[in-house]
Antibody, heavy 121, light 106 residues
Framework: QVQLVQSGAEVKKPGASVKVSCTAS????????IHWMRQAPGQGLEWMGIINPSGGSTTYAQKFQGRVTMTSDTSTSTVYMELSSLSSEDTAMYYCAKRGVVGSTAFFDYWGQGTLVTVSS | AIQMTQSPSSLSASVGDRVTITCRAS??????LGWYQQKPGKAPKLLIY???SLQGGVPSRFSGSGSGTDFTLTISSLQPEDFATYYC?????????FGQGTKVEI
């Protein structure tokens, strides 16, 4: 069965960076894009960007341009999301999600369990 | 970026009620819209894709409609397990954008 397993919770100081992993299993890793979203406490969902695990091409939300880096490691079926220059506003649950496609329609059919990143001095 | 305006932001309903949630896009997005359900402490779950296609395993009481800028999620007969927050998501172009969510409460 398809699974996305994310790394554990992180506590970081302002100004630091965090790197969250998302390891996929149960499908051909290189065939499907992975997206990253985040959700601040009590807030809605925010799309951060997308990576094509085959080749590593990325598209980032403008809000995170220059601060986010998404990479993939096909040998371990793992994608990474690194966010730098953290502030308290980056405290959130971070999710990876697999993109599914039916015809020309795309959607998130599988999600990771989430990784809580807390930024605090 | 395309803005998705979801309404209402919250609603109170009873088991057996018919519930309707709407989502409006700031520009036409064809039928490139999905609906997701999120329960506290859990990742979202796909309900509807392509505006009206039911994801496998999702109960048939959930349905979606709409095209262009106006979309609707309907729960025909609310069940206890349906109390959750619902989000629309446009996948027409990047950045993909979510509605602000609708919390369905008892």
């Amino acid at each position: 069965q398809v699974q996305l397993v994310q790394s554990g919770a992180e506590v970081k100081k302002p100004g630091a960076s965090v790197k969250v992993s998302c390891t996929a299993s149960g499908y051909t890793f290189t065939n499907y894009y992975i997206h990253w979203m985040r959700q601040a406490p009590g807030q809605g969902l925010e799309w951060m960007g997308i990576i094509n695990p085959s080749g590593g091409s990325t598209t980032y939300a403008q809000k995170f341009q220059g601060r986010v880096t998404m990479t993939s490691d096909t040998s371990t079926s793992t994608v990474y999301m690194e966010l730098s220059s953290l502030s308290s506003e980056d405290t959130a649950m971070y999710y990876c999600a697999k993109r599914g496609v039916v015809g020309s329609t795309a959607f998130f059919d599988y999600w990771g369990q989430g990784t809580l990143v807390t930024v605090s001095s | 970026a395309i803005q998705m305006t979801q309404s209402p932001s919250s609603l109170s309903a009873s088991v057996g009620d018919r519930v309707t949630i709407t989502c409006r896009a700031s520009q036409g997005i064809r039928n490139d819209l999905g609906w997701y359900q999120q329960k506290p402490g859990k990742a979202p779950k796909l309900l509807i894709y392509g505006a009206s296609s039911l994801q496998g395993g999702v109960p048939s009481r959930f349905s979606g409609s709409g095209s262009g800028t106006d979309f609707t999620l309907t729960i025909s007969s609310l069940q206890p397990e349906d109390f959750a927050t619902y989000y629309c998501l446009q996948d027409y172009n990047y950045p993909w954008t979510f509605g602000q969510g609708t919390k369905v409460e008892i």
